[in-house]
């Protein structure tokens, strides 16, 4: 039973145009939301973060929008580089403050 | 460089051995973890430690254990190893097990089991 879900496997996009990822959630009492971004034989790394009383947060080139109703997030990138390539999990904190992961999504940005 | 270490990178191991995957981390992280990455699951919960001396049991603990001595290390174990628990696996720290702590991720050991 996933939680938190991710049912793109694989996003191909070109250099200089925006990337959309998107997270389904199905427990409304997760209030904290993260993206992490994954290179191949590495680790993730923390991307951006964005509590439930707000419904968008923005870094720089990466915006995360939070929709509590629908149950649903996204993280966009403007303008996608090739360097964004990568794996890119959602993840949801528990109550306890562990970290529930979508199946990640791979993003190619081609130049 | 601070950050966390994994041990080994990499291992091929027969079916039924015991295995220790080894953990460090040196940011005096309270918070330590151990997840399996697996295609089209992503990253799954197998054991945490909130503090030294603590442990508690994630979403896929059986077949695995753990320990936590002291602050810095973090070994999984799995006794008698199977052929489903090859996987990647990665180690993570936070400051505290608290909603807002950002968890670092260790580099990952790929498993395989024969």
């Known amino acids: 039973d996933q939680q938190v879900k991710q049912n793109s496997p694989s996003l191909s996009v070109q250099e200089g145009r925006i990337s959309i990822l998107n997270c389904d959630y199905t427990?409304?009492?997760?209030?904290?939301f993260l993206w992490y971004k994954k290179y191949p034989a590495e680790g993730p790394t923390f991307l951006i973060s964005?509590?439930?009383?707000?419904d968008k947060n923005e870094d720089g080139r990466f915006t995360v929008f939070l929709n509590k109703s629908a149950k649903h997030l996204s993280l966009h990138i403007v303008p996608s580089q090739p360097g964004d390539s990568a794996v890119y999990f959602c993840?949801?904190?528990?109550?306890?403050?562990?970290?529930?992961f979508g199946q990640g999504t791979e993003l190619s940005v081609k130049p | 460089i601070a950050g966390i270490t994994q041990a080994p990178t990499s291992q091929i191991l027969a079916a039924g051995r015991r295995m220790t995957l080894r953990c460090t981390q040196d940011?005096?992280?309270?918070?330590m973890y151990w997840y399996r990455q697996d295609l089209g699951l992503g990253l799954r919960l197998i054991h945490y430690?909130?503090?030294?001396?603590?442990?508690g049991k994630g979403e896929v603990p059986d077949g695995y254990s753990v320990s936590r001595a002291n602050t810095d290390d973090f070994p999984l174990t799995l006794a008698s190893a199977v052929p489903s628990q090859t996987s990647v696996y990665f180690c993570?720290?936070?400051?505290?097990?608290?909603?807002?702590?950002?968890?670092?991720f260790g580099p990952g050991t790929r498993l395989t089991v024969l």
């Open positions: 964005i509590s439930s009383i707000k």
């Open positions: 993570a720290s936070s400051s505290t097990g608290a909603s807002r702590d950002e968890q670092f």
């Open positions: 430690s909130n503090t030294a001396g603590t442990t």
């Open positions: 427990n409304s009492m997760f209030d904290y």
């Open positions: 993840a949801a904190k528990d109550q306890g403050g562990k970290l529930i």
């Open positions: 940011m005096r992280h309270n918070a």
